[in-house]
C-alpha cells in the first residue's frame, strides 16, 4: 500500500494532481477541469494534521465483501477495480472505513471501455498505479518525501523496529513508564 | 482459443466468447445501449449490429452481444448494410426518446441527427433496454422494477405504479440507466428514485453519525452490507472517514524513523 507520515507532510496537494493526471490522458494537464480531476487520495486538513488518505489494500477488504458485480477483487498486492463491471450501487463505499473509495461518473474513461459514449459511473480509489511504470505518482512527486509505497519488507522492518523497543524498555526497566517492573 | 476475421483483420480470441466482447478486446469500436458487463448479454437494442459469415453462420446481420465467435467466423462491423441498419435502428430509438441527450449524441456519431418515425405525444427518454431492471433483479436482488404493458405501452414501473417498498434506494438503476430516464434525486435528507414522470421510492436519508450530512438509507445499509462483520457496517459520511483515517494516521506503526 502506499501511505503518508502526517508529521512530514505540508498540505501542499501535488500527490493530488499527481494521481489525477498518472489516471487521465497523457495529455489532460491543458484540458483539466473540476469535473475531470478526479485524484484517488485526498488530502485531508484538520486543526491538528495535515496528511493524504488513500486505500489500504486491505486484506480483509470490506469493499470487495459486499460488491455485487465483482468489480472490486482482492489481487495479490492489492484490490484490483474493474470499471466495467461496476453498476454503481456505492456499497463499497459505505462499506469503506477508511472512506478512500468513490463512486463517481467517468468521463476519462468512457473512450477506453465504452467507445459506445453511453454514461458510466465506477469505482475509484488507489490502485498502486499499476499501469505505470515508474511506481505511484504520489509517492515520486512529493516534495517534502512524505508518501511511502508500504511493501511486506518495510512492514517486517517496522515489526523489528518495534520489537527491539519494546526488548529495550525492559532492560531499562521502564524509564519512561513503559513495562516498569517497579510499579507493578 | 477460436480464430476470427474482425474487419479483414484475423485475431484470437478465447472460446465462448461473444463477437461484441471479442471486438472490445480489439480495440473495434461497436456502440451499444443495453450491454453491461457485469450482466451478461440480452439483446434488446440492437444497435451493436454486425455482418457475420461463417463455417456455423449464415451469412446475415446479428446482434454481436448475443453471437458467440466460432472458428472461421468473418465479421464486419462496418460494411454498407451494417451502416444502413444501424442508421435505421437510431431513427427508431430517436423516435421513441427524442429527447435523450446521450442517444442523441450517439446517433449522430452514426450519422442520424433526424428521425422519420415519432410516437407524438408518447415520447419518453426510455429506450426500454432493461438495464435498470435487471440490475435491480440480478445484482441488487430487489426487484423494485420491472417491465409492465405491452407494445407501446410497455413502460419500466413499480408494482401497480405505487411508490416500491422493495427497493432500497441505491440508486444503481439511474447509474446504468443510458439515456437518464431514472433519476436520484437527494434534498433536504430525502432521496426520491423517480422515472420520468413516475416517483418508484422515496426515503429518508440516514444522517452522518459525526456531522448530520445525509448519507444512506435504512434499507441500503440493513440489506447490501450483511457480508461485513457485526457492527462493522457504520453511518458515517466520505470526510468525517477521512479526517478520522487522518487523525490516526499518526498512530501508524513508526516505520518512518
Known amino acids: 500500500m502506499v501511505i503518508a507520515d502526517p508529521g512530514r507532510c505540508i498540505g501542499c496537494r501535488t500527490c493530488e494532481l499527481a494521481c489525477a493526471l498518472a489516471h487521465s490522458a497523457p495529455d489532460a494537464l491543458a484540458t483539466l477541469s473540476p469535473a475531470s480531476f478526479i485524484p484517488r487520495l485526498k488530502v485531508v486538513k484538520t486543526a491538528k494534521v495535515s496528511t493524504p488518505v488513500q486505500c489500504r489494500q486491505c486484506d480483509d477488504a470490506p469493499c470487495a465483501a459486499v460488491c455485487p458485480t465483482g468489480t472490486l477483487v482482492k489481487g495479490d498486492h492489492s484490490v484490483e477495480v474493474i470499471p466495467s463491471q461496476c453498476i454503481g450501487c456505492k456499497s463499497c463505499m459505505i462499506a469503506c472505513s477508511f472512506g478512500v473509495i468513490e463512486v463517481l461518473p467517468c468521463e476519462l474513461m468512457v473512450s477506453d471501455h465504452h467507445p459506445s459514449g453511453r454514461t458510466h459511473v465506477e469505482a475509484v480509489k488507489c490502485d498502486l498505479c499499476e499501469s505505470r511504470g515508474a511506481g505511484p505518482a504520489c509517492v515520486e512527486v512529493c516534495p517534502t518525501k512524505a508518501i511511502y509505497v508500504v511493501d511486506s519488507a518495510v512492514l517486517a522492518t517496522a515489526a523489528l523496529k518495534r520489537r527491539e523497543h519494546s526488548a529495550a524498555m525492559l532492560v531499562i526497566g521502564g524509564s519512561d513508564g513503559y513495562m516498569s517492573h517497579a510499579d507493578a | ?257
Open chain 2, 1 to 257: 482459443m477460436t480464430t476470427i476475421t474482425l474487419n479483414g483483420q484475423t485475431h484470437e480470441v478465447p472460446e465462448g466468447m461473444t463477437v461484441l466482447e471479442a471486438a472490445r478486446l480489439a480495440r473495434v469500436e461497436i456502440p451499444t445501449l443495453c450491454h453491461h458487463e457485469a450482466l451478461g448479454s440480452y439483446g434488446a437494442c440492437r444497435v451493436c449490429v454486425v455482418e457475420a459469415e461463417g463455417p456455423a453462420q449464415r451469412r446475415g446481420l446479428v446482434a454481436s452481444c448475443t453471437l458467440p465467435v466460432s472458428e472461421g467466423l468473418v465479421v464486419l462491423t462496418d460494411s454498407p448494410d451494417v451502416q444502413r441498419t444501424r442508421k435505421v435502428l437510431f431513427e427508431l430509438l430517436l423516435g421513441r426518446s427524442p429527447d435523450s441527450e446521450s442517444l442523441r449524441a450517439m446517433a449522430k456519431r452514426y450519422g442520424v441527427e433526424f428521425t422519420r418515425f415519432g410516437l407524438g405525444a408518447q415520447h419518453d427518454l426510455c429506450v426500454r433496454c432493461g438495464l435498470c431492471v435487471r440490475t435491480c433483479k440480478e445484482k441488487i436482488g430487489a426487484a423494485a422494477i420491472s417491465f409492465a404493458g405491452r407494445g407501446q405501452g410497455r413502460n419500466v414501473t413499480t408494482e401497480f405504479g405505487a411508490l416500491s417498498e422493495l427497493c432500497i434506494g441505491c440508486g444503481s438503476c439511474a447509474a446504468v440507466c443510458p439515456t437518464g430516464m431514472i433519476r436520484v434525486e437527494d434534498g433536504g435528507g430525502e432521496r426520491a428514485i423517480v422515472r420520468q414522470d413516475l416517483t418508484i421510492a422515496r426515503f429518508a436519508l440516514l444522517m452522518c453519525t459525526s456531522c448530520c450530512a445525509p448519507v444512506i438509507t435504512q434499507k441500503f445499509m440493513d440489506q447490501r452490507l450483511q457480508a461485513l462483520p457485526e457492527g462493522q457496517a457504520e453511518v458515517l459520511c466520505l470526510d468525517c472517514k477521512r479526517q478520522r483515517t487522518a487523525a490516526t494516521a499518526g498512530s501508524f506503526p513508526n516505520i518512518w524513523s
